[in-house]
C-alpha cells in the first residue's frame, strides 16, 4: 500500500481526526501504520520539547513505534500559519529540508503511512514554496478531508483543481461534518454529497458526522468506523 498526502479544504477541515482514523483502522485490520506531520505550528512546551497536539495523535496510531521527532521534525510555538511561525521561531523550513526527513521513514514501506499536511492545499511554507510542493517532491497520491459546512462543495472542488494542476492524483476524499446545522436538513445533506461524489471525480473513503467520544484513542477508533482504507477497500 503506497504512502499518501493528507490534505483538507481548509485549517481545521478534520485532517488529524481523519488521518488517525485510517490509521486506526489500518491496525485493525493487522497492518502496519506511520503518521507523519512534517511541519507544525501551535506546539505546547514539554519537558520533552515542543510537542503539537495533532502529531502526537499520529504517533499514537504509529506501529511499530517511532519517535517524535521522526513523526514531527518542524515544530513551532504560534498557533499561526507554518511560514509565520517559523519566522517568529528565526527558522525558515524548506521543501528540501522536509522531504529530507520524510525519505528515511518512507522507506521503512509501512502498510499505510499518511503524510498530514498544514492548513490547505496553498498553505505557504515559506516566502517562496507552498507546502503542498512537499506532496509533489515525493510524488504522493492525495487524500482530500472536505469539512462539511456550507461553502464545501466549492472548496471543495477548487482544492481538487489545484491538486491535479500540480500533477497529482486525488485518491479519494472523506467528508467530515463540521457545522451540525449543516446536516440538519437530511435529504438537502445527502444531495451535497452527493454533488460532492459527482464533481470530485475521486472515491468517497468516509463520512465522517460529529463524534461524542474524547481523546486521541477514542476519537481515531470513533472515526475509524466510518472510513474505508484508500485504493484497498
Not at 12 to 35: F, Q
Not at 183 to 205: E, G, I, K, M
Request: overall charge negative; glycine content about 8%.
Amino acid at each position: 500500500m503506497p504512502a499518501y498526502f493528507v490534505t483538507g479544504t481548509d485549517t481545521d477541515a478534520g485532517k488529524t481526526l481523519v488521518t488517525s482514523g485510517l490509521l486506526a483502522l489500518a491496525r485493525r485490520r493487522g497492518l502496519t501504520t506511520l503518521g507523519l506531520k512534517p511541519v507544525a505550528s501551535g506546539c505546547e512546551e514539554t519537558a520533552q520539547g515542543l510537542r503539537n497536539a495533532d502529531a502526537l495523535a499520529l504517533e499514537a496510531q504509529t506501529r511499530p513505534a517511532l519517535p517524535y521527532a521522526t513523526i514531527n521534525p518542524f515544530a513551532f510555538a504560534p498557533a499561526i500559519a507554518p511560514h509565520l511561525a517559523a519566522r517568529r521561531a528565526g527558522a525558515t523550513p524548506t521543501l528540501e529540508a522536509l522531504a529530507e526527513h520524510a525519505r528515511a521513514p518512507l522507506v521503512l514501506d509501512r502498510d499505510l503511512t499518511l503524510l498530514e499536511g498544514a492548513g490547505g492545499w496553498r498553505v505557504p511554507l515559506n516566502d517562496r514554496e507552498d507546502l503542498s510542493g512537499l506532496a509533489v517532491r515525493l510524488e504522493l497520491p492525495v487524500i482530500l478531508v472536505v469539512g462539511l459546512r456550507l461553502g464545501a462543495i466549492s472548496h471543495a472542488r477548487l482544492t481538487c483543481d489545484a491538486i491535479r494542476a500540480d500533477g497529482l492524483r486525488l485518491a479519494g476524499w472523506v467528508g467530515n461534518l463540521l457545522d451540525p446545522g449543516f446536516a440538519s436538513d437530511d435529504a438537502l445533506y445527502r444531495d451535497n454529497l452527493a454533488t460532492l461524489d459527482a464533481t470530485l471525480d475521486a472515491p468517497c473513503l468516509g463520512v465522517v458526522p460529529r463524534l461524542a467520544a474524547e481523546g486521541h484513542e477514542a476519537l481515531a477508533a470513533a472515526a475509524a468506523e466510518h472510513l474505508v482504507l484508500p485504493d484497498v477497500d
